[in-house]
């Protein structure tokens, strides 16, 4: 994988991003059992959403892609400590992405996902991670290795602990190889949920 280069995105570069997101995460077994398993009407949802998403992780954060040469192969976001939790602004926002989605119905099943993940939000400073994914073709391949080290180093220089949520068990296999421990465990609308956090090192 020494080919892959990580650097940070632009403004520009957000909404390929985000396309890239919903495109690896249609499937990801929370997004199913919260917004329904038609994937034509899902991913497109996703997409917009992830584009609202990662204008605020960029402004309050850092969002960085993983580069095969021109092509984007895979992102991640992370968000500075005071930041992990939507202010009335983006709540709106997110509405009326749902309200154009035909997906204002699935409002509840939202609130008791996102109730679930605050319980377990860290009451020390952390960066937030999330979201990640890498091209669905690519998978498997290392790029997911290259992303994590990076986000390992920016934290361990800015002296952080990281924190994420995943429903994947090969994220946490993946997670776990950079110092995340997983802190709790817990069904979330049917779906095992995973909470991991990641001290400094030197």
């Given at each position: 994988?020494?080919?892959?280069?990580?650097?940070?995105?632009?403004?520009?570069?957000?909404?390929?991003?985000?396309?890239?997101?919903?495109?690896?995460?249609?499937?990801?077994?929370?997004?199913?059992?919260?917004?329904?398993?038609?994937?034509?009407?899902?991913?497109?949802?996703?997409?917009?959403?992830?584009?609202?998403?990662?204008?605020?992780?960029?402004?309050?954060?850092?969002?960085?892609?993983?580069?095969?040469?021109?092509?984007?192969?895979?992102?991640v976001a992370m968000v500075e400590p005071g930041h992990c939790r939507f202010g009335i602004r983006d709540k709106i926002g997110m509405l009326g992405l749902l309200a154009r989605g035909g997906a204002l119905h699935r409002v509840p099943r939202i609130r008791r996902w996102l109730a679930a993940w605050k319980r377990h939000d860290p009451d020390v400073d952390h960066w937030h991670l999330g979201p990640a994914a890498v091209e669905r073709s690519l998978q498997g391949q290392g790029i997911g290795t290259v992303l994590m080290t990076e986000v390992c180093a920016q934290l361990d220089q800015r002296r952080a602990v990281g924190y994420l949520e995943t429903d994947k068990d090969a994220n946490v296999r993946l997670y776990r190889r950079g110092g995340f421990e997983v802190i709790a465990e817990q069904p979330v609308l049917g779906v095992t949920n995973w909470f991991m956090l990641r001290h400094p090192r030197p």
């Amino acid at each position: 994988m020494s080919h892959i280069v990580v650097r940070r995105l632009g403004r520009d570069d957000l909404a390929p991003a985000a396309r890239l997101l919903a495109g690896s995460m249609r499937d990801n077994p929370l997004h199913r059992s919260v917004f329904g398993s038609d994937e034509a009407r899902l991913e497109p949802l996703l997409a917009r959403s992830f584009v609202r998403l990662l204008q605020r992780q960029w402004r309050h954060g850092l969002v960085l892609g993983a580069h095969d040469g021109p092509a984007t192969v895979g992102v991640v976001a992370m968000v500075e400590p005071g930041h992990c939790r939507f202010g009335i602004r983006d709540k709106i926002g997110m509405l009326g992405l749902l309200a154009r989605g035909g997906a204002l119905h699935r409002v509840p099943r939202i609130r008791r996902w996102l109730a679930a993940w605050k319980r377990h939000d860290p009451d020390v400073d952390h960066w937030h991670l999330g979201p990640a994914a890498v091209e669905r073709s690519l998978q498997g391949q290392g790029i997911g290795t290259v992303l994590m080290t990076e986000v390992c180093a920016q934290l361990d220089q800015r002296r952080a602990v990281g924190y994420l949520e995943t429903d994947k068990d090969a994220n946490v296999r993946l997670y776990r190889r950079g110092g995340f421990e997983v802190i709790a465990e817990q069904p979330v609308l049917g779906v095992t949920n995973w909470f991991m956090l990641r001290h400094p090192r030197p």
